[in-house]
């Protein structure tokens, strides 16, 4: 990690209570432009001074982006909710605890007091090389820096690369994907909504973002739809201690059962590409098929040779775990 | 206007990432700028010359030349290089810059894998130039200097002295020839070394190989000069290519001929050498119903 300066640079703030002014802000600032939420990743880096936005747009006194508002059609939260507020929401609890539990493994209690849902998914890579200021791609560099031979990527993508070898940090991220959810983005040209796993951005597309969030742009709200509610959950965050880390890898699964026989399926990994990945093939593998470990084994077997997962340096690790993760996220999902 | 993309290494050294972005513009602008002011200046001059006399054509055999109704430019393989050459730029064009100007897709992979095709386009070019064809038909002698000064001071000073005729390939042609080799050559050089970077088909990204990060700095440079430089090229030679003064060049590209006509009113029989001198030299007419089959790459 570089060295916190705590010394951020200069900025605008501004503090719209509308969504449409922060727009404006946005729009105006373009890329000079800072979106703040919680805050959290946003003040590591203004303290390291690698990010020096010209005005940061905090989005706390936004009302309209708060809150849990349920109805028969599934739920909406706002992108500003705090996590605790997600991982405590009773009608959640109740109907797509995937969402919760994955929200109460995020960092701890202060954070996740202060950190948003809309915060988690949006958040940077905590590839260190990136982070530390280094010019990598994702810098706007020509060089990744944990893809050589002799680099530190342990925690590096095993799938998804291009350029880049980092990560997507989100413990929400799967969970929203296993559960159908739609991510509501509005802009100067107006709302739009797209399905979850379309959010996030592959480095082949644009090295520079991890989200299809263009300058102008805010993730307004969550969209999770009733066809999951109630069904049977999974979620596994695999990380290097037991609190306050991020994930080594996450799985996350949402199966229907018709008796004995899986029905329906959706499952998601993260923390093995730079994006959030679905396992089409696998839910499609899975269907009409009994639970077993068997199945399981054959499914997070699946999974690695459908992504075409290459380890790298020191993350050879990550084929077993993400092998595994999808085995016990078919054969332990919980009604 | 920046010319240059900079960032500071791990050391704290600053070091060259690549071309600014605005030399992307600057080079559009500069293309476009100049197929604007060529139309104006043909335009002036079209209406200046509406009120001469149109040029009487000689007839084709005055030199004592037997020249065949169609004579052939480029033969088939030239024209299949020639697409080739040109999807391969295009697509490499496109995916160069259309995601700088956020028109976003999955580029990386189909601008290296067309840089493979455009690479192995030029080989076959200097190779098939080089056994087959003459290669120093590309090279600038002094008739062509005499020429392009003409042409030149006829731009300059408003003159219409009939410039000499040409042999194959007019002096503007081998200009853009040799500009577009140069910048293509630069490009894929430098495109080939980058390709250690990435993973590809040969082997995984190997970024810290062969050079240091300033080193590397000067290839993404070169790469960048290269590319952008193919943006003028690409758009004025397009542009010259549909100009309909142009057509009876353009169409020999698809169909491989031109007329007796064009060639007799364009090129000197003496320096592009398609037929059969006559023994008498008397201007008698040849056999029109013929067609050179690959002496219209012959040189003398």
């Known amino acids: 990690m570089a060295i916190i300066r705590d010394m951020i640079s200069g900025f605008e703030l501004f503090q719209p209570t509308a969504v449409d002014d922060a727009i404006e802000l946005l729009s105006r600032y373009g890329d000079e432009g800072w979106v703040l939420s919680g805050g959290l990743d946003s003040f590591d880096w203004f303290k390291d001074r690698i990010k020096k936005p010209a005005a940061v747009v905090d989005l706390g006194n936004v009302k309209e982006l708060k809150g849990v508002r349920t109805s028969t059609d599934g739920v909406e939260i706002g992108a500003m909710t705090t996590v605790t507020e997600v991982a405590k929401h009773p009608h959640l609890l109740e109907n797509y605890s995937i969402l919760t539990k994955a929200a109460s493994h995020i960092a701890t209690p202060q954070i996740r007091n202060r950190g948003t849902l809309g915060g988690n998914l949006s958040q940077d890579t905590r590839c260190w090389y990136y982070r530390s200021g280094w010019p990598c791609y994702r810098a706007g560099g020509n060089v990744c820096y944990a893809g050589t031979p002799t680099s530190m990527n342990r925690e590096h993508c095993i799938t998804g690369a291009s350029r880049c070898v980092a990560v997507n940090p989100s413990d929400t991220a799967p969970a929203l994907i296993a559960l159908g959810a739609q991510f509501v983005i509005r802009g100067p040209k107006g709302e739009k909504v797209v399905e979850a796993q379309d959010y996030f951005m592959s480095p082949a597309v644009d090295i520079q973002r991890m989200t299809v969030l263009k300058a102008d742009e805010l993730l307004t709200a969550i969209r999770i739809p009733a066809t999951w509610s109630g069904a049977g959950f999974y979620y596994e965050k695999m990380e290097d201690r037991k609190a306050w880390d991020f994930a080594l890898m996450s799985v996350a699964s949402a199966i229907k059962m018709s008796g004995e026989i899986i029905e329906d399926a959706r499952l998601a990994v993260n923390g093995v590409a730079p994006f959030p990945v679905r396992l089409e093939v696998v839910e499609s593998f899975i269907k009409g098929k009994e639970p077993t470990d068997e199945l399981g084994m054959a499914a997070g077997q699946l999974a690695l040779s459908t992504t075409n997962a290459q380890p790298l340096r020191h993350n050879a690790f990550k084929l077993p775990l993400m092998r595994n993760l999808v085995r016990r996220s078919i054969r332990g999902m919980e009604g | ?300």
């Open chain 2, 1 to 300: 206007m920046e010319l240059w993309r900079k960032l500071a290494n791990p050391w704290g050294q600053e070091v060259l990432i690549g071309i600014s972005w605005d030399l992307m513009w600057a080079a559009l602008v500069f293309g476009l700028g100049f197929v604007a002011v060529h139309c104006v200046w043909t335009y002036a001059r079209s209406n200046a010359d509406s009120g001469s006399d149109p040029v009487e054509l000689e007839p084709h055999s005055s030199k004592g030349w037997n020249l065949p109704v169609k004579i052939l430019r480029h033969a088939m393989s030239e024209r299949v290089f020639h697409w080739l050459m040109s999807v391969a730029m295009i697509v490499l064009l496109v995916t160069a810059f259309f995601p700088i100007v956020g028109v976003q897709f999955a580029w990386v992979e189909i601008h290296w894998i067309a840089g493979l095709v455009l690479t192995a386009t030029i080989l076959y070019h200097i190779i098939h130039a080089t056994v087959w064809q003459n290669f120093w038909a590309m090279w600038i002698d002094k008739n062509d200097i005499d020429a392009g000064k003409l042409e030149l001071n006829n731009i300059l000073s408003n003159n219409e002295e009939e410039a000499p005729k040409t042999g194959k390939y007019p002096v503007d042609h081998k200009l853009f020839h040799h500009a577009a080799s140069v910048a293509g050559l630069l490009a894929i050089a430098t495109g080939l070394l980058m390709m250690l970077r990435i993973d590809t088909w040969f082997g995984p990204a190997g970024p810290d190989r062969f050079f240091s990060d300033a080193q590397w700095g000067v290839v993404y440079v070169l790469h960048g000069l290269g590319g952008v430089g193919l943006i003028t090229l690409v758009v004025t030679h397009i542009y010259f290519a549909v100009r309909p003064d142009k057509w009876w060049i353009t169409k020999s590209m698809f169909f491989g001929w031109i007329t007796r006509d064009d060639y007799l009113k364009h090129h000197d029989p003496e320096r592009w050498v398609v037929g059969e001198k006559e023994a008498s030299e008397q201007g008698v007419a040849s056999n029109d119903s013929g067609f050179t089959h690959g002496e219209g790459n012959s040189f003398r």
